[in-house]
């Protein structure tokens, strides 16, 4: 390598390396300051729409009388124990009845509330589920609480 062009080269680096530091930029260039993490806002809360309130009345397909055995439907001696008649806000047992006072679920064929019943000097509230079976012309009816009846019952309609 030529002697002269290894000196100017070193010169050049020496210059670049001696001089101070490099000029502020303008005004309209300087960079905004870093901003620091600050947490959103949550947003205001929002007022919910309570749900509307189910109906507190039977769906239409559980209306009218339904028995245990055949027996509950056609008896004339009063001993039908296993007979339920429905209308449109209770449930007549044989010596109870049960009204419902707030529903949580309700379809054309199902419904699960609470019922407040009442029978033989007692009042009792159970969570009741029943589900209509029209093509069958079955009910099940199944209660839930402290001293329920265990189990579903299945229910035949009466003719």
């Not at 309209?28 to 205001?44: G, V």
């Not at 029943?130 to 209660?143: C, F, S, V």
Request: proline residues 12%; aromatic residues 6%.
């Amino acid at each position: 390598m030529n002697t002269p062009a290894l000196l100017a080269c070193v010169g050049a680096l020496a210059l670049a390396a001696c001089s101070g530091p490099a000029p502020e930029p303008a005004a309209s260039e300087t960079p905004a300051p870093a901003a620091t993490a600050q947490p959103l806002p949550s947003p205001a809360p929002q007022p919910s729409a309570a749900p509307s309130p189910l109906p507190t009345t039977f769906p239409a397909a559980m209306l009218g009388r339904w028995g245990l055995v055949p027996g509950d439907c056609t008896s004339t001696r009063g001993d039908n124990k296993g007979m339920i008649t429905i209308s449109a806000n209770e449930i007549r047992f044989y010596e109870s009845v049960a009204r419902i006072t707030s529903a949580s679920e309700r379809t054309a064929d199902q419904l699960r509330a609470a019922m407040a019943f009442e029978g033989e000097g007692m009042q009792w509230n159970r969570d009741i589920a029943i589900k209509a079976w029209p093509a069958r012309d079955q009910l099940i009816l199944e209660e839930f609480g402290t001293d329920a009846v265990p189990g579903p019952r299945t229910y035949s309609r009466c003719k």
